[in-house]
């Protein structure tokens, strides 16, 4: 069978893993027969990935009839969680409009204009259909209004799958090169030969460096792409400032990606972190679960794609761009994120926190727990994680174990442990005991692992 050939190990927990899911086994096996690796690369994790057919509220039901608490929330994008009635209500009032009309529908303005009332530094954006394309043509319009070919990024940044950003989103450590210098590594198969001279990297949590490196290349760098990794990494506030006053001092453009945006309040990453960025990146909470992106910032940036004036040489579209279905969940979606909302949300993480924090006293086990906001990430480490190298030396091993034991605890979280989110369906009691199964899941981990 094709889940045999990706077995790890004959442990405890997977022998358990596989008698509880014979059913995700039988789908996963189906789907290797037409598809190369019968998932998409980040669903895959071995022996082989719970299929799962239902979500309501913060459960989520498997092939194989058990019900889990979803703490991964699709990626974050589920802010509200499962099927939420608004979101239900917006799709289902679209869906009888139709579901592509080949014209503009309205829906483009309401959820632009909510976006734009909510972040300042947001004065004209465009939709499109994932968070890759928004930083693709966030990037285009950054090399076009500056006339320069670089970009930066951050070593262990994830910016979406087009050639640049594909530069050290993941670098073997021993390819990765001095801390304060790190190597430009190609990490995706198949890209421009030449893209790993675009990219200038730039190591986190280090301003001294970030300084040096973009004073070293400003005259060619167009744009610093920035996902802070809040949730995954302890970023300091004091470092973000940082960087947006580097990049100013050098006439580079800063590009937010808060792809995983509005997760922190009503303004995102950007609200948090007291910066303006030039352009911004978003998807994920503002489809509402549907497939969408977008990208905005400056009037004098973001009006190279008004034609109304005449060519500008810049173009942006695609047939699925600004999806009706999607901007209509969007937009529930950002309705509902109130002041209150947030409140709530946040402080469901600050109690999250404090769990976590009694829990790593308790155990004789390294454990880094990052919290920000609704995001959360575990690592199994003895040091903090604030940089790419100290996240990518955890024990991966544990996590994975304790990934396996948390199901039998009834928990879901991303396979790896280090990108997981609470929604605003949950409630204390799901905070509370994720604490304890996580307990739990660490001595069954270390004792059948």
Same mark, same amino acid.
């Given at each position: 069978?094709?889940?045999?050939?990706?077995?790890?190990?004959?442990?405890?927990?997977v022998?358990?893993?596989?008698?509880?899911?014979?059913?995700?086994?039988?789908?996963?096996?189906?789907?290797?027969?037409?598809?190369?690796?019968?998932?998409k690369?980040?669903?895959?994790?071995?022996?082989?990935?719970?299929?799962?057919?239902?979500?309501?509220?913060?459960?989520?039901?498997?092939?194989?009839?058990?019900?889990?608490?979803?703490?991964?929330?699709?990626?974050?994008?589920l802010?509200?969680?499962?099927?939420?009635?608004?979101?239900?209500?917006?799709?289902?009032?679209?869906?009888?409009? =139709?579901?592509?009309?080949?014209?503009?529908?309205?829906?483009?303005?309401?959820?632009?204009?909510?976006?734009?009332?909510?972040?300042?530094?947001?004065?004209?954006?465009r939709?499109?259909?994932? =968070?890759?394309?928004?930083?693709?043509?966030?990037?285009?319009?950054?090399?076009?209004?500056?006339?320069?070919?670089?970009?930066?990024?951050?070593?262990g940044?994830?910016?979406?799958?087009?050639?640049?950003?594909?530069?050290?989103?993941?670098?073997?450590?021993?390819? *990765?090169?001095?801390?304060?210098?790190?190597?430009?590594?190609?990490?995706?198969?198949?890209?421009?030969p030449?893209?790993?001279?675009?990219?200038?990297?730039?190591?986190?949590?280090?301003?001294?460096? *970030?300084?040096?490196?973009?004073?070293?290349?400003?005259?060619?760098?167009a744009?610093?792409?920035?996902?802070?990794?809040?949730?995954?990494?302890?970023?300091?506030?004091?470092?973000?400032? =940082? *960087?947006?006053?580097?990049?100013?001092?050098?006439?580079?453009?800063?590009?937010?990606?808060?792809?995983?945006?509005?997760?922190?309040?009503t303004?995102?990453?950007q609200?948090?972190?007291?910066?303006?960025?030039?352009?911004?990146?978003?998807?994920?909470? *503002?489809?509402?679960?549907?497939?969408?992106?977008?990208?905005?910032?400056?009037?004098?940036?973001?009006?190279?794609l008004?034609?109304?004036?005449?060519?500008?040489?810049?173009? +942006?579209?695609?047939?699925?761009?600004?999806?009706?279905?999607?901007?209509?969940?969007?937009?529930?979606?950002?309705? +509902?994120?109130?002041?209150?909302?947030?409140?709530?949300?946040?402080?469901?993480?600050?109690?999250?926190r404090?769990?976590?924090?009694?829990?790593?006293?308790?155990?004789?086990?390294?454990?880094?727990?990052?919290?920000?906001?609704?995001?959360?990430?575990?690592?199994?480490?003895?040091?903090?994680?604030?940089?790419?190298?100290?996240?990518?030396?955890?024990?991966?091993?544990m996590?994975?174990?304790?990934?396996?034991?948390?199901?039998?605890?009834?928990?879901?979280?991303?396979?790896?442990?280090?990108?997981?989110?609470?929604?605003?369906?949950?409630?204390?009691?799901?905070?509370?005991?994720?604490?304890?199964?996580?307990?739990?899941?660490?001595?069954?981990?270390?004792?059948?692992?």
């Amino acid at each position: 069978m094709a889940a045999a050939s990706v077995d790890q190990q004959d442990s405890a927990l997977v022998e358990r893993y596989r008698a509880g899911s014979p059913r995700s086994r039988e789908q996963f096996d189906r789907d290797c027969k037409s598809m190369p690796g019968g998932v998409k690369g980040v669903y895959f994790y071995p022996p082989y990935p719970l299929t799962m057919v239902r979500g309501e509220g913060c459960y989520l039901d498997d092939a194989d009839g058990r019900r889990f608490v979803d703490c991964v929330s699709h990626h974050t994008a589920l802010i509200l969680g499962h099927n939420h009635p608004a979101v239900m209500d917006a799709v289902h009032r679209q869906l009888e409009h =139709g579901i592509v009309l080949s014209a503009p529908t309205g829906g483009e303005m309401g959820l632009a204009e909510e976006i734009c009332g909510r972040v300042p530094s947001i004065e004209g954006l465009r939709f499109c259909c994932s =968070g890759t394309e928004a930083t693709l043509h966030a990037i285009r319009l950054a090399r076009g209004f500056t006339g320069r070919p670089k970009i930066a990024k951050f070593e262990g940044g994830y910016h979406g799958s087009h050639d640049v950003v594909e530069i050290s989103v993941a670098p073997p450590l021993d390819r *990765v090169g001095p801390e304060t210098g790190p190597h430009s590594v190609p990490t995706a198969g198949g890209i421009s030969p030449h893209a790993a001279e675009e990219v200038v990297v730039l190591p986190y949590d280090d301003e001294e460096s *970030v300084e040096r490196l973009i004073a070293d290349n400003r005259d060619e760098l167009a744009c610093l792409i920035c996902d802070a990794k809040t949730g995954i990494l302890e970023t300091r506030r004091e470092f973000m400032k =940082g *960087v947006r006053e580097i990049t100013r001092a050098h006439d580079v453009l800063l590009i937010m990606d808060e792809v995983v945006g509005f997760r922190l309040g009503t303004g995102g990453q950007q609200e948090y972190y007291d910066i303006t960025p030039d352009l911004t990146t978003y998807g994920k909470v *503002v489809g509402g679960g549907f497939p969408v992106g977008a990208f905005g910032g400056r009037a004098d940036i973001m009006n190279l794609l008004d034609n109304t004036r005449g060519p500008t040489g810049f173009f +942006q579209s695609g047939t699925f761009s600004a999806h009706p279905v999607a901007l209509a969940a969007g937009l529930a979606t950002l309705q +509902q994120l109130t002041p209150a909302a947030f409140a709530r949300l946040n402080g469901l993480g600050e109690r999250l926190r404090e769990g976590l924090e009694g829990l790593a006293e308790r155990i004789d086990t390294p454990l880094q727990a990052v919290v920000a906001g609704s995001l959360f990430g575990l690592h199994f480490t003895e040091n903090a994680v604030t940089t790419y190298r100290g996240m990518a030396r955890a024990d991966k091993g544990m996590a994975h174990r304790v990934f396996l034991a948390l199901l039998e605890e009834g928990y879901y979280l991303s396979h790896w442990l280090g990108f997981n989110a609470l929604s605003l369906a949950m409630d204390e009691s799901h905070v509370d005991g994720l604490v304890t199964a996580l307990e739990r899941a660490i001595e069954k981990a270390k004792r059948e692992g």
